[in-house]
């Protein structure tokens, strides 16, 4: 048997999966989104659902599934119709490792004042990134935050902001409830961390 993390966004729409690129990128390469964490966010939906009973068919939730790796996923009546991540787990959200969205023009422009590659900046921006870069988040003692990661700190949180927006306009209101009737926040792996 088989899992994919990505199943769970299948049900996106073409105007949440398609990018704003040329169309034979999608048509002959598949370039597209697809999400990630689906697995996480079908499960808690249909949990929170079950906890608050709720009915599916007259559900907005919008999932935050926050550790190591992040994403932020719209589920309109148990159905995946928007999520932060892209073709790969690097868009969206600033994560332990991987730095999220970043302009493709700040990338191009580093590689020509640093002449690193192409496969360079994905290494870093896939597994040397963190919200404050190259900041450790807890200094050695744990004693107190430096200045540097006090101002960091908000970063992941503010990036949750976009899709946190839209997703009111994209989930529709129904008679009993406003359009987002749950935000959920399940902590994977925070609870972990520890200095």
């Keep these: 048997m088989a899992v994919f993390d990505t199943s769970f966004h299948q049900t996106l729409a073409p105007e949440a999966f398609l990018y704003g690129l040329p169309w034979e990128y999608y048509q002959n390469l598949g370039v597209r989104r697809y999400g990630f964490h ?14 608050l009973g709720l009915p599916e068919q007259e559900s907005g939730l919008v999932i935050a599934h926050l550790g190591n790796g992040a994403s932020i996923c719209a589920v309109r009546n148990g159905r ?9 787990p690097l868009e969206g959200l600033m994560m332990g490792t991987r730095s999220g969205d970043v302009d493709f023009g700040a990338m191009a422009w580093i590689a020509g004042e640093t002449r690193q590659t192409l496969s360079d900046l994905e290494r870093v921006a896939n597994t040397a990134s963190r919200p404050a870069g190259d900041l450790p988040v807890f200094p050695p003692t744990c004693g107190c935050w430096s200045r540097r990661g006090m101002r960091a700190m908000p970063a992941p949180a503010w990036r949750l902001k976009p899709l946190s927006i839209v997703s009111p306009a994209i989930l529709p209101a129904t008679p009993r409830r406003c359009s987002v009737s749950t935000a959920l926040f399940s902590p994977a792996g925070l609870a972990r961390t520890r200095c």
């Design 80 to 88: 995946s119709v928007d999520t932060s991540m892209g073709m790969t």
């Design 38 to 51: 689906g697995t996480s966010h079908r499960y808690v939906s249909q949990r929170a659902l079950a906890l």
